[in-house]
């Protein structure tokens, strides 16, 4: 519906679309304060402890779930021997990398998953998986961990020893990463950037 022109007087819309209009103009002003709540309306226990200094931080609180370093995770590289007892001359080495779905594939035996395993059970690993796939009759096998995949972190601030320092990947937190620092300075606040 178009509203015809008119000079000098007032025009109004119809009831239906005042209404309309009185209610949304209602609602905007109004705004959602459902749910907000101020901090010195809070009750004790959802208070945050008041801290005087960087130096009476509990940093344990930091640190990720602790994770076992002697487990194979993704990007480690893996040196890997395969032989059957009658070779002549010694077995030879791979260097296999995990990839990211946490498999190396071993020559002539293929992909075997070692993610989440210790050198030792990776070797019973791979000798299963050789014999299953019918490669060899009874294997020995030796996993060892050539390098474990890391991090290149940069700490800089008020921390004793700032640098680039390598973290293991399965334990590249903050506090991994103050500690490779040598820890905090006494100018050293309370805020942290990441």
């Known amino acids: 519906m178009k509203l015809p022109k008119q000079r000098g007087r007032c025009v109004f819309l119809p009831t239906s679309r005042r209404c309309w209009g009185a209610a949304v103009l209602l609602v905007a002003l109004a705004g959602c304060h459902q749910g907000v709540h101020r901090a010195k309306n809070l009750p004790p226990e959802y208070w945050a402890p008041s801290v005087s200094s960087a130096q ?105 020893k700032p640098g680039v320092y390598a973290l293991p990947s399965v334990s590249s937190d903050l506090l991994a990463a103050l500690v490779a620092a040598g820890g905090l300075t006494e100018e050293a606040g309370t805020i942290v950037e990441i």
Do not use: C, M
């Open 56 to 160: 009476s931080l509990d940093l344990s609180r930091l640190a990720s779930a602790a994770t076992r370093s002697e487990v194979i995770q993704p990007g480690d590289v893996l040196e890997v021997s395969l032989s059957t007892g009658l070779e002549l001359a010694e077995p030879v080495k791979w260097p296999l990398r995990v990839g990211n779905d946490g498999a190396v594939n071993v020559p002539l035996v293929g992909q075997v998953s070692v993610a989440g395993l210790n050198p030792i059970n990776a070797d019973f690993a791979i000798g299963d998986a050789s014999v299953r796939r019918g490669v060899y009759r009874a294997p020995q096998v030796s996993v060892q961990v050539a390098s474990r995949h890391s991090n290149q972190v940069s700490v800089t601030g008020a921390v004793v």
